[in-house]
């Protein structure tokens, strides 16, 4: 109480600001759809609470300066200086916001265990066609928590856009419950189907049928309509195949 009565009205506001919006992004609190235990670090979640920093910050240099009607220049340079400060904080971060990649990867650095932000990485990282980069990150993702199949499907389009289509297929038959993905699961699996077929005939016209062999065999694997057609053709291709 002997504090409050010291501390104007003004003071006491932005403490509670800072208190209050502090809280929703401390680990106190974990039930608002992040990593339990792994609560977002990105700089920009302290934005709002940092005002409450800055307001005070004013409220003192305002009481400092009115009690001099003089001040000193060391004073005068420490102001001055805290200021710059600032600003170049807030040009380092408006920096980083231009760029959606930056401020995920800082994050990352500084949380490597938060699979949300990983995988929100990875997700970046493939809108700019960096996909051996987003691939490695979806990767991390999934040591993280296993059991996020959104996140096993991006991998599977990660690598089928690096033209690993058999690997593709293959994360697409570990998801187990795709839940609301469901629909642009099976969409990406009969895209990448009709792309291994397609393959196995451009490697079976090219000479090459070890490779033919192996697409018409996942072709076939997946169960899908061309896979009589794809029989017959592996029947064909594998005395040779197995020739020395």
Not at 54 to 82: C, D, H, M, W, Y
């Amino acid at each position: 109480f002997k504090l409050r009565r010291k501390l104007s009205k003004e003071v006491l506001f932005f403490l509670s600001w800072f208190a209050l919006e502090l809280f929703p992004v401390s680990q106190i609190v974990t039930s608002i759809g992040v990593s339990p235990g792994y609560i977002s670090l990105a700089e920009h979640f302290f934005y709002i609470p940092s005002i409450a920093v800055f307001g005070i910050a004013g409220f003192s240099f305002k009481k400092i300066f009115e009690s001099n009607q003089n001040p000193s220049r060391i004073l005068r340079i420490s102001v001055t200086g805290f200021i710059l400060f600032i600003f170049l904080i807030t040009v380092e971060q408006a920096v980083y916001a231009g760029n959606i990649a930056a401020m995920y990867r800082r994050s990352a650095a500084f949380n490597p265990q938060n699979g949300r932000v990983l995988f929100n990485l990875g997700l970046e990282l493939a809108k700019e066609e960096k996909f051996a980069e987003a691939e490695f990150y979806f990767r991390r993702a999934l040591e993280v928590d296993p059991s996020r199949q959104k996140v096993r499907i991006a991998l599977g389009k990660a690598l089928c856009d690096q033209r690993k289509f058999i690997e593709c297929i293959q994360e697409y038959r570990n998801v187990t419950d795709p839940g609301e993905n469901r629909d642009l699961l099976r969409e990406n699996m009969r895209l990448t189907y009709d792309i291994i077929y397609h393959q196995a005939e451009m490697y079976e016209v090219q000479g090459n049928l070890k490779e033919a062999a192996r697409y018409y065999q996942e072709y076939g694997a997946g169960g899908m309509d061309k896979a009589s057609l794809m029989r017959n053709r592996l029947q064909k291709l594998q005395p040779e195949v197995e020739s020395p």
